[in-house]
């Protein structure tokens, strides 16, 4: 199901964010999850290697497609669920078709900032 980052974004100040080079698809780089998550969340990337500003403002909106694990832990605790990937609404529609039948708001395509080096 999408999530909506609207009520979670709107709680962090303005002018957070993360700075992350824009990954060259390359195994375990966290700045890969990063791309995942702005794949997901249907932001516009600029060209492999740029430097970019992922700011809290950039989150507020969009809808954002994830799977979701629980972990068990042990007998005594609480399931405790995590996002165990970030999915690009395309890939979610393939997973669970009824998404498709999900009423969202119509968004405009948002471009992420490119740092000036």
């Given at each position: 199901m999408p999530?909506?980052?609207?009520?979670?974004a709107s709680q962090m100040p303005p002018d957070s964010g993360i700075l992350y080079r824009n990954p060259v698809?390359?195994?375990?780089?966290?700045?890969?999850?990063?791309?995942?998550?702005?794949?997901?969340?249907?932001?516009?990337?600029?060209?492999?290697?740029?430097?970019?500003?992922?700011?809290?403002?950039?989150?507020?909106?969009?809808?954002?497609?994830?799977?979701i694990t629980n972990d068990e832990g042990d007998v005594d605790s609480d399931p405790c669920p995590r996002v165990s990937r970030f999915l690009t609404r395309e890939a979610a529609l393939i997973k669970r078709p009824e998404v498709a039948k999900v009423a969202l708001r119509e968004q405009a395509p948002l471009r992420l900032k490119v740092l000036s080096s």
């Open positions: 999530v909506d980052m609207t009520h979670k698809s390359s195994g375990n780089d966290p700045s890969a999850y990063i791309g995942a998550f702005c794949d997901s969340c249907g932001l516009i990337r600029p060209e492999e290697g740029a430097d970019v500003e992922l700011t809290s403002a950039d989150c507020l909106g969009p809808y954002l497609y994830v799977t």
